[in-house]
């Protein structure tokens, strides 16, 4: 008697992503931060930093908040619910879809509380226009304080400093996408005397 379709094999997991773990890709196959587990070890869907290739073994850390961001001092136009765009007009912004998969987010006032996740972003002088993956299902205020929070798992690097996000399974060439490893058995490389087999706890 053969499986039902929606049974997966233990023996012989499947990827729900046309991207082995052991593959990098040029081009986004599924959301950054997806997670998925393979056995006993778990790995989250990110991307290199475009001016910084990653090394197998070695551990990539988040990107910087850029500056203006993170903060919840964004002056933005009121929008209705139901819209899917959102304009900012007091920060410049230079690069199409820097922003892309990040989250826009609301402190305080009209929709307090609520946080999507951002598809794109258009580039401006002296603001820019964000596209959510989601409808606002609350209107947004002139008055609402909003913030932009980046993803932590786009533009990873391997600098001494900055929150470590995992660990990288393969040699990942700039700009490109890939599975980082966040927990189980790793070949971690590292110039402390450790113990074999020490834990390492990445967030």
């Known amino acids: 008697m053969s499986n039902p379709s929606n049974v997966i094999s233990i023996l012989n997991p499947q990827i729900p992503v046309d991207q082995s773990i052991y593959d990098e890709s040029t081009t986004m196959k599924c959301r950054l931060g997806t997670k998925i587990e393979v056995a006993d070890r778990t790995f989250r869907y990110a991307q290199a930093a475009t001016a910084s290739s990653l090394l197998a073994g070695r551990i990539s850390v988040a990107a910087a908040a850029s500056t203006g961001f993170g903060t919840v001092n964004l002056t933005i136009v009121a929008a209705t619910a139901g819209a899917a765009t959102m304009t900012c007009t007091s920060t410049a912004l230079a690069a199409v879809d820097a ?4 989250y826009l987010y609301v402190a305080d006032l009209t929709s307090e509380g609520l946080m999507y996740r951002i598809k794109s972003n258009a580039a401006g002088s002296t ?72 834990p390492l706890g990445i967030n």
């Open 127 to 198: 603001g820019f226009t964000i596209t959510l993956y989601d409808d606002l299902s609350g209107a947004l205020g002139t008055a609402s304080k909003v913030g932009i929070s980046p993803n932590p798992y786009k533009n990873l690097t391997l600098t001494a400093t900055g929150r470590p996000m995992g660990v990288n399974p393969i040699a990942v060439t700039s700009g490109n996408y890939f599975w980082l490893q966040t927990k189980g058995l790793a070949n971690v490389l590292h110039a402390a005397a450790d113990a074999a087999y020490a």
């Open 99 to 102: 922003l892309a998969e990040g």
